[in-house]
Structure formats: C-alpha cells, structure tokens
C-alpha cells in the first residue's frame, strides 16, 4: 500500500504509520484500503491448490470410517476443504455403520 500522505510505498500493512513522513493511519483508512484490494491473493496463499480429495477416497472413508479417520490425521495438513470432505464421509460412514450393527443387534 501507499502512504496517502507523501506516496511512499509501505511495505508491511500491519504498521500504523508511514516510515517516511510518520503519517499516522486511522481505521478509515484501513477500511477503505481494504475495500481498493478487490483481489483475493491474500486468500489464495492461505488455500493449497491441491486442496480437494484424492480419488475415491471420500467413499472409502463412508465405507471404512476408519480410512477416513486416518486420511482426516496423515492426509488433510493445511487442506481445510478436503479435511471437511473426509470429516463428512467419515461421520456419515460411522453413523451408517451404527444404524447396521443396530439392526443386526437389534435382531438377537
Ligand atoms: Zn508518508
């Protein structure tokens, strides 16, 4: 960003004045900077781009709630959607199994 006092480029967004001319920034300020940056880079670097699930992994972890349990631990670091992905499979599998070894149960 830029000072909008003297145009000084201001590398880090987390100081409150310009190094240059020791402009002091207020909230507006922020604000309206952070309505300018339309773009979402910021967004983007926090987001692996690898960040879906593998293959037919999402449907092992519904057959095998274990699968998914252990995809979930050694496979979604940094992954936020697939993690959500594999947690979905994986609570859907583990109640679909209860539901049988109700039934199954149930029966005796
Ligand atoms: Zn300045």
Redesign the pocket.
């Known amino acids: 960003m830029k000072?909008p006092?003297?145009h000084?480029e201001i590398e880090s967004s987390l100081t409150s004045k310009?190094p240059?001319?020791g402009?002091k920034f207020d909230d507006e300020f922020y604000i309206s900077q952070a309505n300018e940056s339309e773009d979402t880079s910021n967004l983007d670097k926090s987001i692996d781009p690898d960040d879906y699930p593998t293959g037919g992994l999402p449907f092992i972890a519904l057959i095998l709630p274990i699968l998914g349990l252990l995809a979930i631990i050694f496979r979604t670091k940094n992954k936020p959607y697939t993690r959500k992905i594999y947690a979905i499979a994986t609570i859907a599998g583990a109640v679909a199994w209860g539901a049988v070894l109700f039934l199954i149960f149930k029966q005796w």
């Open positions: 000072c006092n003297c000084h310009c240059n001319c402009f």
